[in-house]
């Protein structure tokens, strides 16, 4: 089964996006202001000026300027010591590597401007800044990409998620956060699954296994979107034996690996184990162990026991903040309850596979081969990162804008609802409207909470539907020329801390 074109973004469209990005640039926020991000910046810093991995002096300077504000700074990252006697960092060497060569642009910059040549001036932070946003164009560029590979007309969905999204908040307003480099190593990773499941060949899988070593880089619980294409492989190259019940898709599963199947195993594997060794030697120097830091397994329940409150919660939840992102996974369901003939058979002389229910016995038509699965190992993705993000103590992320350990789905988004507007697509003209506008709504109200958190118009702790409803269709648009005016010509302004 393969997922070949058949149709895809004219030029037109990728100049657009092109120009779009270029144009929004202005919009960036070359500034760190959080811990998360001044770890994550800390190991880029510290290996390209010190050539180890001791933050003492990243975390001393920021906080010194007083930079690094929140509660328990210092205790966590200038007193506390891991077992091997370095401060803590509980991020990841992922987006040093991936910010390292706008850093080296940054460090030309410093010296060709007579900026301090430390690591920590202007030229250095807006170099992560901008890398970030790139990142985070590039994950829709990719996503695009994918939406072709699938037959589907992807450049509104793009777009919708660009502005509907947490992602437009971690590309300009925050970009040194790893979200943005997050959604860029996820979307790599499904565009190169796309690719290789057309052959599974030991290079292929080899390419496969090494994105997925940085995205893990990028953000650890990134790891498990290495499911799906998991899934995907033993459906495909598996011989028969359990039975599959995906996306409302049930049919047979493997047993055991066809003769042969092992090698792009072996391959993935090698691959994934090299390319992760930065990562592994860090745990090593860092925690003494092939792993994060002791405290981090504290902060999870493996049960899961948050994963309903993470979507639904109506100060936290992440429908309530994305709505936009319910419209998309309900779209990759619609993708997978729509079969071919060609998508009926999972391949050669295997059994054939059958939808669950009767309705979706009809002949469908302009859906490539293999759509079906896929779509069903997108929602296992999803699941998975549901899962995470209800397992995780601080399931909430109160603080930060929006649900963001979910911005590393935004390809998989971006896919689902390009899938739910041609699932509208033979629906009568008004029902097609009525989408438009939901769809207008909801990334208004992301654009809209971007700006109120950004204000300090709203509790940065929690949502206030109604409160936060009122703001956005009555005192944002009386703001707005002042806001704009500000954002464009005295950006410093909105960093004052809020009181309520």
């Known amino acids: 089964m393969s997922s070949r074109p058949l149709a895809g973004p004219t030029r037109r469209q990728w100049i657009v996006l092109v120009c779009l990005f270029l144009l929004s640039l202005p919009a960036v926020t070359p500034r760190l ?202 459906v495909l190259e598996g011989r028969p034996g359990w039975r599959l019940v995906v996306g409302g898709m049930v049919g047979r599963g493997p047993r055991r690996l066809k003769a042969g199947a092992w090698k792009p195993v072996l391959a993935a594997a090698a691959a994934f184990t090299i390319t992760f060794t930065p990562q592994a030697a860090a745990y090593i120097v860092l925690n003494g162990h092939l792993g994060p830091h002791a405290s981090v397994g504290h902060k999870m329940n493996w049960m899961g026991v948050h994963s309903v409150e993470v979507l639904f919660s109506p100060e936290h939840g992440y429908f309530v903040w994305t709505p936009l992102a319910l419209i998309a996974i309900a779209g990759l369901f619609a993708l997978a309850r729509q079969p071919t003939p060609d998508d009926l058979r999972a391949g050669g002389d295997e059994e054939p596979i059958e939808p669950a229910w009767g309705p979706l016995r009809r002949r469908m038509t302009a859906v490539p081969r293999g759509n079906e699965l896929i779509a069903s190992c997108l929602i296992v993705m999803v699941a998975l990162q549901i899962y995470i993000g209800g397992s995780v103590e601080s399931w909430t992320v109160a603080g930060g804008f929006g649900q963001r350990r979910f911005v590393a789905l935004t390809s998989i988004l971006v896919i689902g609802l390009a899938a739910a507007a041609r699932a509208l697509a033979p629906s009568p003209v008004a029902v097609r409207r009525a989408g438009a506008a939901i769809i207008a709504l909801a990334v208004y109200w992301n654009v809209a909470l971007t700006a109120a958190f950004s204000i300090g118009l709203m509790d940065r702790q929690k949502l206030e539907p109604r409160r936060n409803a009122y703001d956005a269709f009555v005192t944002l648009p009386r703001m707005a020329p002042d806001l704009i005016y500000r954002y464009l010509f005295d950006r410093a302004s909105f960093y004052q801390r809020h009181e309520r």
């Open 33 to 234: 202001y959080s811990s998360d991000e001044i770890q994550y910046f800390a190991y880029l810093r510290s290996l390209w000026f010190d050539r180890d991995l001791s933050f003492e002096n990243e975390y001393r300077h920021f906080y010194d300027l007083g930079i690094a504000k929140s509660e328990g700074f210092r205790e966590t990252f200038l007193e506390m010591k891991t077992d091997t006697g370095r401060r803590i960092n509980f991020g990841t060497i992922g987006c040093a590597i991936l910010w390292s060569p706008f850093y080296a642009v940054g460090d030309l910059v410093a010296r060709a401007t007579g900026a301090p040549v430390d690591g920590f001036s202007k030229p250095y932070i807006a170099a992560v800044a901008y890398a970030s946003a790139v990142y985070g164009f590039l994950s829709l560029l990719l996503a695009l990409a994918c939406t072709r590979r699938l037959g589907l007309n992807g450049f509104g969905a793009v777009l919708a998620i660009w502005f509907g999204t947490p992602l437009l908040f971690y590309m300009y307003v925050a970009p040194p956060f790893s979200h943005a480099t997050s959604a860029f190593s996820v979307a790599l990773f499904v565009y190169t699954w796309l690719r290789v499941r057309d052959t599974w060949s030991p290079r292929g899988a080899a390419a496969l296994g090494a994105v997925g070593a940085l995205m893990t880089m990028v953000r650890e619980q990134d790891a498990f979107f290495v499911f799906g294409p998991m899934l995907d492989f033993l």
